[in-house]
């Protein structure tokens, strides 16, 4: 069964841009939820990431971090797995 793939962005991000890229090279298909100027939802996001920045990534609902922490499970071989490919 397909992954649920979440990733949340603001307008301005270029490490937003590299996650979906990466993805997008994967051919993920993935929900992108804008918390640009949404406080409550960004708070939401801080306390389950305990990461103030974005874009967050998250699979069937766990949190892997930003571009960089799914960048680095790339190169471990480890995040074809966690996606489900
Ligand atoms: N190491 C992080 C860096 C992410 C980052 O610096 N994101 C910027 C936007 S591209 C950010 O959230 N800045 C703080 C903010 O917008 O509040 C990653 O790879 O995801």
């Not at 307008?11 to 406080?39: F, M, R, T, W």
């Not at 939802?41 to 103030?52: H, P, S």
């Not at 892997?64 to 960048?71: E, K, L, M, T």
């Amino acid at each position: 069964m397909a992954k649920k793939v979440t990733i949340y962005t603001t307008n301005y991000c270029p490490y937003c841009h590299a996650a979906k890229k990466l993805l997008d090279q994967k051919g993920v298909s993935y929900q992108e939820i804008n918390v640009e100027g949404d406080d409550v939802k960004r708070q939401w996001l801080v306390q389950k990431t305990n990461q103030r920045t974005v874009p967050q990534i998250f699979v069937d609902d766990q949190p892997y971090g930003g571009f960089d922490d799914i960048s680095a499970l790339d190169d471990q071989g480890k995040l074809d797995e966690i996606l489900g490919l």
